[in-house]
Nanobody, 122 residues
Framework: QVQLVESGGGLVQPGGSLSLSCAASGIIFSINAMGWYRQAPGKQRELVAAITSGGSTNYGDSVEGRFTISRDNAKNTVYLQMNSLKPEDTAVYYC????????????????WGQGTQVTVSS
């Protein structure tokens, strides 16, 4: 059984920084993309940042230049460093991973973390 366990998040003032981490555990053959999504009240879930196993990254337009995603493949862990935070970054942040459980599995399956609250407020 695969689990994504997130840590980090919390309350920060505008202009501040926070970091998130997410570790995948269980019987895992390989992890393709890992990333972070967020959902604010009354809004749809949106991509924050994603990273492939090879290190290629993709960012949402609203966070480009402020957030940095990275991963440690040996630890099955993805990180998100958030700088210059704005009130509009307030949301529940969800970790995502596309995981294959066995070599014969053609396509990876999507797994999600439980979500962690990030609040940017003075």
């Amino acid at each position: 059984q695969v689990q994504l366990v997130e840590s980090g998040g919390g309350l920060v003032q505008p202009g501040g920084s926070l970091s998130l981490s997410c570790a995948a555990s269980g019987i895992i053959f390989s992890i393709n993309a890992m990333g972070w999504y967020r959902q604010a009240p009354g809004k749809q879930r949106e991509l924050v940042a994603a990273i492939t196993s090879g290190g290629s990254t993709n960012y949402g337009d609203s966070v480009e230049g402020r957030f940095t995603i990275s991963r440690d493949n040996a630890k099955n862990t993805v990180y998100l460093q958030m700088n210059s935070l704005k009130p509009e970054d307030t949301a529940v942040y969800y970790c995502h991973a596309a995981i294959r459980l066995a070599s014969f599995q053609r396509r990876p399956r999507d797994y999600w973390g439980q979500g962690t609250q990030v609040t940017v407020s003075s």
